[in-house]
Structure formats: structure tokens, C-alpha cells
């Protein structure tokens, strides 16, 4: 399953400021999903989180019929989702 979000937030994909804000949006996510992450592998659920030029695409890969839970969960994390400042510290210099 895949999924595309596009936004103009920051002007996104406009400028490469944007870009790189949109990879660090990216990196922070992963972060705070880490546990839901680690739960959905356990079950044979995998996702993935990738900005591209134009959007940020959102791919989910699975085998056993769980991906649903999977999926709603990630997306009400992802609608409640406010960046911390340990995870922007954990990424900025990378």
C-alpha cells in the first residue's frame, strides 16, 4: 500500500530549504514512530517514510491481515504528531 502526501507547507517542494526541512519532518517522524515500528515488524508489518520532490510518500508492506490496525494507528500518531526537541537535537547535525 502507498500513500502520497503533498503539502505546500514551507513552500514545499519549492525551494531547497523546503527539501530539507521536509527530510528533517521525515527524520523526526521516524523517531517518535519508533515503537509502533518495532511492534508492526515484529509482526511481519513494515513501513517506510521517504520524502521525494514532490511529496512525501508513505509505503506499508505486510503478509497477515494486522496492516489495518497498523495503518490507522500510524495515521492517528501521525494527525497528533508534535516534533519534540530531543528528536530535532537527535537529528540536526546529521
Known amino acids: 500500500m502507498r500513500c502520497k502526501i503533498q503539502t ?14 521536509s ?4 527524520n523526526m517522524l521516524n523517531e517518535h514512530h519508533r515503537e509502533l515500528n518495532y511492534m508492526a515488524q515484529l509482526s511481519g508489518i513494515t513501513s517506510q517514510i521517504a520524502p521525494r520532490t514532490d511529496h512525501i ?33 537527535n537529528i540536526k547535525d546529521q
Not at 9 to 20: A, K, M
Not at 23 to 26: E, I
Open 57 to 89: 510518500l508513505i509505503t506499508f508492506d505486510s503478509y497477515n491481515d494486522s496492516v489495518e490496525n497498523y495503518v490507522g494507528k500510524f495515521f492517528e500518531s501521525l494527525q497528533t504528531f508534535e516534533p519534540e526537541e530531543t528528536y530535532f537535537e
Open 23 to 26: 527530510m528533517m519532518w521525515v
Open 8 to 21: 505546500t507547507d514551507c513552500n514545499f517542494p519549492v525551494n531547497t530549504e523546503s527539501l530539507i526541512f
